[in-house]
């Protein structure tokens, strides 16, 4: 059973344009989630962050909006740049079991110039 | 400067030949893990650590085996690989704001 999903494989958006990833989890202990973005070939790194405490966190062209009645969550990247083109991936965990990060499948993200 | 160093980058192996993926931290983080990427299933967690001598299972932790006897590092071990187990291995710490990667092992048993 997947705790952390994200439906869409793959997303294509123009250059300039707002790229919006989505994703869904079931566990409602969870309490903290990020969004990492990952390039061929290297490590997954780290974006951006928000607490359960929060609904929105914003950090430049990112940012992340938390609905926990939905339990959903989206980053928004605005405008997107060719450089954004990327995996994105999901992440939850709950405090009580920090080294417990759950992933989702990931959104391959493409950005046409 | 923050690093996950990992060893080696790329491994290729035959079945039943035991080895091991290196994993060290620079940030004296308390959480290590283990994740596997496959294609069409993201990051999936094979093993944590929340500190030295505590280790927990992910969600694919069968075939694996880890050890933490000291902060800094975090070993992956495959005693009997199997070519199911050819991915590409992530191991990661965690910090306050996030987990820290490192450049990934791409791990292929014949």
């Known amino acids: 059973d997947q705790q952390v999903k994200q439906n869409s494989p793959s997303l294509s958006v123009q250059e300039g344009r707002i790229s919006i990833l989505n994703c869904d989890y079931t566990?409602?202990?969870?309490?903290?989630f990020l969004w990492y973005k990952k390039y061929p070939a290297e490590g997954p790194t780290f974006l951006i962050s928000i607490s359960s405490i929060k609904d929105k966190n914003e950090d430049g062209r990112f940012t992340v909006f938390l609905n926990k009645s939905a339990k959903h969550l989206s980053l928004h990247i605005v405008p997107s740049q060719p450089g954004d083109s990327a995996v994105y991936f999901c992440?939850?965990?709950?405090?009580?079991?920090?080294?417990?990060?759950?992933f989702g499948k990931g959104t391959k993200l493409s950005v046409k110039p | 400067e923050a690093q996950v160093t990992q060893n080696p980058r790329y491994l290729i192996t035959v079945t039943g030949k035991k080895l091991t993926v290196t994993c060290s931290q620079n940030?004296?983080?308390?959480?290590m893990s283990w994740y596997r990427q496959d294609p069409g299933l993201g990051l999936r967690q094979i093993y944590y650590s929340m500190n030295v001598e505590v280790t927990d299972k992910g969600d694919v932790p069968e075939g694996y085996k880890v050890s933490r006897k000291e902060k800094r590092n975090f070993p992956l071990i495959l005693e009997s690989p199997s070519p199911n187990q050819t991915s590409l291995y992530f191991c990661a710490t965690l910090g306050e704001v996030g987990a820290f990667f490192g450049q990934g092992t791409r791990l292929t048993v014949v």
């Open positions: 992440a939850a965990s709950a405090w009580g079991s920090q080294g417990n990060l759950i």
């Open positions: 566990n409602s202990m969870f309490d903290y």
């Open positions: 940030m004296n983080h308390e959480y």
